[in-house]
Nanobody, 121 residues
Framework: QVQLVESGGGLVQAGGSLRLSCAAS????????MGWFRQAPGKEREFVAA????????SYAISVKGRFTISRDNAKNTVYLQMNSLTPDDTAVYYC??????????????WGEGTLVTVSS
């Protein structure tokens, strides 16, 4: 079992930045590929970014590439999402998730409760 707790959400103006954190506990964090997902009101949950378990290779949704950066610190059991140049379209609940397979919306084994990010225009 892996427990995930997100933090760092809040209200920010368009063009601003936020850094989300996801603290993991339980099984060996470094064994898991980690992902960030988001769900806006009335929309389906979507992939945002992923980072592989040991090499730390990142991948991004096209909509956030160049603006968001995912990173992980295996010593601290934490994964981060640095979000820059935020727009109102980035408003959503952001979820952290873990898997030992592929990072997709349907293959994650563990999910956090989410943290709300609101971007005002």
């Amino acid at each position: 079992q892996v427990q995930l707790v997100e933090s760092g959400g809040g209200l920010v103006q368009a063009g601003g930045s936020l850094r989300l954190s996801c603290a993991a506990s339980g099984r060996t964090f470094s064994n898991y590929h980690m992902g960030w997902f988001r769900q806006a009101p009335g929309k389906e949950r979507e992939f945002v970014a992923a980072i592989s378990s040991r090499s730390g290779t990142p991948s991004y949704a096209i909509s956030v590439k160049g603006r968001f950066t995912i990173s992980r610190d295996n010593a601290k059991n934490t994964v981060y999402l640095q979000m820059n140049s935020l727009t109102p379209d980035d408003t959503a609940v952001y979820y952290c998730a873990a898997t030992d397979t592929r990072v997709t919306t349907t293959t994650m084994h563990y999910w956090g409760e989410g943290t709300l990010v609101t971007v005002s225009s």
